[in-house]
C-alpha cells in the first residue's frame, strides 16, 4: 500500500465533501437542531402526559367479608391521591360477578377480591383487564399499596394473586396496538421516502424532466399521479409490514414459551387499513412537494431526512403515550392516524372520529399535493442556481481580511474574483442563520436565560439573535437595512398593523386553546415571566417582552429568513415556512401552535407592505396587549372565560384583523429607504 | 380551426431576476420551412425554445405554435409541437414501444393510432431491433433516433429540434438530416437550432443569428454570407457579423465557434 496515494485520496475527497453546503448542513446542523428540538418536544409531551395519568384516580373496588375488606380498603386509602375515594367505599357491594363485567366493560379498572386467609393475612385476588391502560395502572397500584405491607414478625399482611377478565385476542390487540401503529406509520413514510425522490430529483437528474414538461399535461396533473405512484408504493409497504409484523409477534410469543398464548384479532388489524391509505396519501404528498423542491437526488435527501424525523416525532408522541383520540388530536397530522389505527386494534374507534381522521388526513395530503404542483415549477426548476456562499469568503468577508472595501457598501453587488457573494438573502442563508441561530438558542441562549431570566434575555436577544442578523448582513457585504427591509411606509399600514396586533393575540390565543389548551403549568410560567413575584416596573415588562423580541425576532425572522425564502418560493409559502420555523423557536409544543401562526401573520405584513416595520409593530401590540392584560390581572388562561365570551372576543378579534390585513393590503405601499 | 400553423415570435422577452435572457426577439416560421436558429452559447437560444415549448412563461411579448399562444394556451400549443433538445431524455427503465405508449397517451391518441404511428415510424428510422429494449441499454444513436420518434409521434406541427445530431456518427446525423428534410417536405414548421453551422447550412431554409438575446441578422445561408460582405461560408459571415457589433461593456466576447 502507497501510503501517500491513500492520503491524498482521502484529502481530495474531504476537501470534495466538505466544499458540499448539503453535506455539511445534515452533517453539522440536523444533529445540533433536530435532535434537540425533537427530544425537548417529546420530553414536554411525555412529561404533561405522565402528570395527567398521575393525577387520575383508580376505580377499584374492593369486594369480600366485612373486616377483610375493610383492612384492604384502609390500606388503599392510606394514598388519597391514588384511589377514587367514592368507588373503594362503595358501600353494600357484594355482587363480585357484576363488579367483574364491570371491569370488562371499563366502569371499574378493577376488583378486589377478599377473603380471609389461613394464617390471618387477607388473601386478595385482584381482577383486572390487562388490555387496559387505566386497568393495569391500578392493578400496579394496588400491588405496590399491598405488596409490601409486613405484619410485627414480619408476616405479610396480604397475600395478592392476579386474575385478568381480557380475553386472549383482546391482549393480542392490546400488545399489537402498542407496536403497529407507530410501526405502520414509519413503514409507510419509510416506503415513500425513495420513490418521492426518485420521481421528482431523480427526473430531473435523469434528464427527463424537460421531456414531460413539453408534454401536453398541466403540472397539477402529472404531480398527482406521482403522487398517487408514490402512494401505492407506500402502501404496499405499509401493508406488508402489518402483515408481517402481526405474524412476527405470534411467532415471537411463542418462541419464548409464553405460558398463556395470545391471539391476533386479524378482522381488527386489518381495519386499519382505512388509516394506510390516507396516510400514505399524506406521506407522498408532503415528500413529493419537498422533492419537487430539489435539484438533485442528493439534495432532495437531504432536505428529506429532516422532513422525515419531524413526520415521524407525531407519529412517536402518539405511539408512545396513551392518548384520547379527541376531535383536536383527530386534525394533527401524524399523530391522528398512530392513534386511530390503535383504537381500531383496540376495537374501541367511533365511525365519526374515523372519518374526521381520514378526512384530515386526506385535506392535508390534497394541500401538500397543490403545494407539490407549485414547487414542481418549471422556470425555478429551469432556472440558473442560485448564488453560493463560499466559506471561507464568507469568513474572510467577515473578518475584513480582504481590503475589497466592498463589506458594508450599498447595492451588494458582490463579485470580487472568484467569489461570489449572494446579494440579497436566499432560502439557503435562511435555513442556515435558523440552524445557526437554533444552536445559539439550545446551547447558549436557554441556559442563560435559565441563570438569570433578565440578563440572559437580553444577552441573547439584543446580542444574539440581532447579532446573528448584523453579522450575517457584514458577512454577505450588504447593508442591514436592506437585508431587514427598514422602509418608510404610509401610516394605513401602521394603522393597519397596529390592529392586527391589537387582535392578532385573541384569535391566535384561542384557536390554540380550542385545538391544543396548554397545560397549567405553562400558563403560569407565562404568567410568571411576564408578572414575576416580587413585581417588575410594567415599563421594563414592556421593554423586554414586546420592544426586545419585536426588534430582535423579528430582525431574524422576518428580515433574513423571511427574505431568504421570498427570493424564491411563493409569499405563502414563504410566509408559512417562516412562520414554522418562528413556531420552532420557540421551543414550546403548546406554544408551536399560536406562535406559529402569529410568525404567519406577521410575515405576511412584512411582505404585503415590503418592510418590516410594520411587522416589527405589530409583534410589539400583541406582546403588549397580552403583557397590559396579565398585569391588570383580567386573564389568566382563556379557559377561564365562558365558551360564550370567548366565542365573543375570537369574532372580535377577527373582525379587527380583517380590518387591520385589509388597510396594511391596500393598495401597493411606495416604500422608500429610511 | 387556427388561423396559422407555422411559428409566430412577436417582441418575445424573457428575465431571469435581473438578467436579460431573451430581448425583444421576433421572428417567425412557416409551415414546409426549416429555420437555424443558432447563436453562441448564451445567446438565449435554450430559453426561447423553452418560451415556445410552453414550458418557461415569456416576460413580455408573444408566442405562437400553430396559431396557439405559449402563454395563455401552452396545453394547446404543446400538441402542435414536437420537442427535442440535449435536455429531453428518455425514461430509462421504460422500452423504447412503453416510452411512446405513454407519450402517445399524453397526447391523446388512441392506441390503434399510437401503434399504426409506431410502427411507420419503427420502419422510417430503423426502430425495429431494439424498439422492446430498455432505453438503458441503447447506443446514443439509438437513443437519438427513439427520441426523434416520441417528438413526432403525434405528427405535431412544429417541430423544436435543438443539436440534434450531437454525439451521432456522420451516418447517423446524415440519416436525422434526411429525416427532417422529410417532414418539412409534408408540410411542418422546424425550428433546427445547431452549433454547427455546415449543417444548417445545409439544411435550414432561413436562419437566425442571435447574439445576448437579440436577433442580429436574419436570412437564407446566401443572404447571410453576402451580408457580412460575402464570405466564403456561414461560419466566416457569422464570426464577422458577431465582430461588427459594438461590445457592451463588461461583457466577454462571445466564443469564436458559435
Redesign the interface.
Known amino acids: 500500500m502507497k501510503l501517500s496515494d491513500v492520503t491524498l485520496v482521502a484529502a481530495k475527497e474531504l476537501r470534495e465533501t466538505l466544499r458540499d453546503r448539503r453535506t455539511l448542513v445534515v452533517m453539522v446542523l440536523f444533529p445540533l437542531v433536530v435532535y434537540p428540538l425533537v427530544s425537548l418536544l417529546m420530553a414536554q409531551v411525555m412529561s404533561s402526559h405522565t402528570a395527567r395519568g398521575q393525577a387520575r384516580r383508580s376505580r377499584v373496588a374492593v369486594v369480600g367479608p366485612v373486616a377483610a375488606a375493610a383492612a384492604v380498603r384502609a390500606r388503599l386509602q392510606v394514598d388519597a391521591r391514588e384511589f377514587d375515594a367514592g368507588v373503594l367505599a362503595g358501600v353494600g357491594r357484594a355482587d363480585a360477578a357484576g363488579d367483574r363485567a364491570a371491569v370488562e366493560s371499563g366502569a371499574l379498572d378493577a376488583v378486589a377480591e377478599v377473603e380471609p386467609g389461613p394464617r390471618g393475612e387477607a388473601r386478595v385476588r385482584l381482577v383486572y383487564d390487562e388490555a387496559r391502560d387505566e386497568s393495569r395502572q391500578a392493578h400496579d397500584r394496588v400491588g405496590a399499596a399491598l405488596g409490601g405491607v409486613l405484619a410485627p414478625g414480619c408476616a405479610p399482611l396480604f397475600s395478592l394473586e392476579d386474575q385478568s377478565v381480557a380475553p386472549r385476542a383482546r391482549v393480542g390487540g392490546y400488545v399489537l396496538s402498542k407496536l403497529l401503529p407507530l410501526i405502520v406509520v414509519v413503514m409507510i413514510m419509510l416506503g415513500a421516502f425513495y420513490p418521492a425522490i426518485d420521481i421528482t430529483a431523480g427526473e430531473r437528474e435523469r434528464g427527463t424532466l424537460e421531456t414531460i414538461l413539453s408534454a401536453p399535461v398541466s403540472r397539477f396533473d402529472l404531480m398527482t399521479g406521482k403522487v398517487i405512484a408514490v402512494a401505492t408504493l407506500s402502501t404496499i409497504t405499509g401493508l406488508l409490514n402489518m402483515t408481517s409484523m402481526s405474524l412476527t409477534m405470534v411467532e415471537g410469543i411463542r418462541l419464548v414459551g409464553a405460558t398463556t398464548p395470545v391471539a391476533i384479532p386479524w378482522t381488527r388489524a386489518a381495519s386499519t387499513l382505512i388509516v394506510v391509505v390516507p396516510a400514505a396519501f399524506l406521506f407522498a404528498a408532503v415528500m413529493v412537494a419537498i422533492g419537487a423542491m430539489a435539484r438533485s437526488f442528493k439534495e432532495a435527501q437531504t432536505l428529506l431526512t429532516p422532513v422525515y424525523f419531524l413526520c415521524f416525532t407525531p407519529s412517536l408522541i402518539a405511539g408512545l403515550g396513551d392518548w384520547d383520540l379527541t376531535a383536536a388530536a383527530a386534525l394533527v397530522p401524524g399523530v391522528n392516524v398512530t392513534l386511530l389505527a390503535r383504537d381500531l386494534i383496540l376495537g374501541k374507534a367511533t365511525a365519526g372520529a374515523a372519518l374526521l381522521v381520514v378526512a384530515s388526513t386526506l385535506a392535508f395530503g390534497a394541500l401538500a399535493l397543490t403545494l407539490a404542483a407549485r414547487l414542481y415549477d418549471s422556470e425555478r426548476l429551469l432556472a440558473a442556481d442560485e448564488g453560493t456562499l463560499p466559506l471561507g469568503a464568507w469568513v474572510r468577508r467577515l473578518l475584513s481580511i480582504r481590503g475589497d472595501g466592498a463589506a458594508g457598501s450599498a447595492g451588494g453587488e458582490a463579485v470580487t474574483g472568484a467569489s461570489v457573494l449572494a446579494s440579497t438573502p436566499s432560502p439557503g442563508h435562511a435555513l442556515a442563520v435558523f440552524g445557526l441561530g437554533y444552536v445559539l438558542l439550545f446551547f447558549v441562549f436557554i441556559p442563560l436565560q435559565s441563570w438569570r431570566l433578565v440578563p440572559g434575555l437580553v444577552l441573547s436577544e439584543w446580542v444574539g439573535v440581532l447579532g446573528l442578523v448584523v453579522l450575517y448582513a457584514r458577512g454577505t457585504g450588504q447593508r442591514l437595512v436592506d437585508v431587514l427591509r427598514v422602509r418608510r411606509v404610509p401610516l394605513r399600514v401602521l394603522a393597519g398593523a397596529f390592529l392586527v396586533g391589537a387582535s392578532a393575540w385573541a384569535v391566535v390565543g384561542l384557536l390554540a386553546e380550542w385545538l391544543a389548551p396548554a397545560p397549567p403549568e405553562l400558563v403560569e410560567s407565562l404568567r410568571r415571566l411576564v408578572a414575576p413575584q416580587g413585581g417588575r416596573g410594567l415599563a421594563l415588562t414592556l421593554a423586554l417582552v414586546a420592544l426586545t423580541p419585536a426588534v430582535c425576532e423579528e430582525a431574524l425572522f422576518r428580515g433574513v429568513i423571511l427574505r431568504g425564502f421570498a427570493a424564491k418560493l411563493p409569499r405563502l409559502t414563504s410566509a408559512v415556512l417562516t412562520g414554522t420555523l418562528f413556531g420552532l423557536f420557540h421551543v414550546d409544543l403548546w406554544r408551536l401552535l399560536p406562535t406559529g401562526l402569529l410568525g404567519v401573520v406577521l410575515s405576511l405584513i412584512a411582505l404585503e407592505a415590503d418592510s418590516i416595520v410594520p411587522a416589527m409593530l405589530a409583534h410589539f401590540v400583541n406582546n403588549a396587549c397580552l403583557i397590559l392584560l396579565v398585569h391588570e390581572g383580567a386573564v389568566g388562561s382563556a379557559g377561564d372565560m365562558s365558551r360564550r365570551a370567548q366565542i365573543s372576543l375570537f369574532a372580535a378579534g377577527m373582525a379587527v384583523l380583517a380590518v387591520g390585513s385589509m388597510l396594511v393590503r391596500g393598495k401597493k405601499p411606495r416604500a422608500s429607504a429610511v | 380551426m387556427k388561423s396559422s400553423s407555422g411559428v409566430a415570435v412577436l417582441h418575445l422577452t424573457k428575465r ?1 431576476g435581473a ?1 436579460l435572457a431573451v430581448d425583444d426577439l421576433s421572428f417567425s416560421v412557416a409551415p414546409g420551412e426549416i429555420y437555424g436558429l443558432l447563436g453562441p452559447n448564451g445567446a438565449g437560444k435554450t430559453t426561447t425554445l ?1 418560451v415556445l ?5 415569456p416576460t413580455d411579448g408573444r408566442a405562437e405554435l400553430a396559431g396557439f399562444d405559449v402563454a395563455r394556451d401552452p ?2 400549443a ?2 402542435q ?1 414536437g ?1 427535442l ?1 440535449g ?6 427503465r421504460l422500452s423504447g414501444r412503453e416510452l411512446l405508449r405513454y ?1 402517445g397517451r ?3 391518441m388512441s392506441d390503434a393510432n399510437i401503434a399504426a404511428r409506431t410502427a411507420l415510424l419503427a420502419r422510417g428510422l430503423d426502430l425495429e431491433p431494439f424498439l422492446d429494449r430498455r432505453c438503458e441499454a441503447l447506443s446514443t444513436g439509438q437513443r437519438q433516433r427513439l427520441s426523434v420518434a ?1 417528438a413526432v409521434l403525434h405528427d405535431p406541427a412544429v417541430l423544436i429540434l435543438d443539436e440534434p445530431t450531437v454525439g451521432l456518427d456522420v451516418l447517423a446525423s446524415r440519416f436525422l438530416r434526411e429525416f427532417v428534410r422529410g417532414e418539412r417536405d409534408r408540410g411542418k414548421a422546424v425550428i433546427f437550432s445547431t452549433h454547427y453551422l455546415a449543417e444548417a447550412e445545409l439544411l435550414c431554409d432561413r436562419i437566425g443569428l442571435l447574439h445576448e438575446g437579440r436577433l442580429i441578422a436574419e436570412g437564407s445561408p446566401a443572404e447571410l454570407r453576402a451580408s457580412a460582405g460575402g464570405a466564403s461560408s456561414l461560419e466566416e459571415a457569422f464570426l464577422s457579423l458577431v465582430a461588427a457589433l459594438p461590445a457592451a461593456p463588461g461583457t466577454p466576447a462571445p466564443e469564436a465557434t458559435p
Do not use: E, P, Q
Not at chain 2, 415549448?53 to 412563461?57: D, F, G, P, R, V
Not at chain 2, 435536455?87 to 430509462?92: E, K, V, W
Open positions: 431571469f438578467a423553452r415549448a410552453a414550458i418557461l412563461l396545453l394547446g404543446r400538441r409541437l420537442f433538445t435536455s429531453t431524455g428518455l425514461y430509462a407519450f399524453l397526447h391523446g416520441r
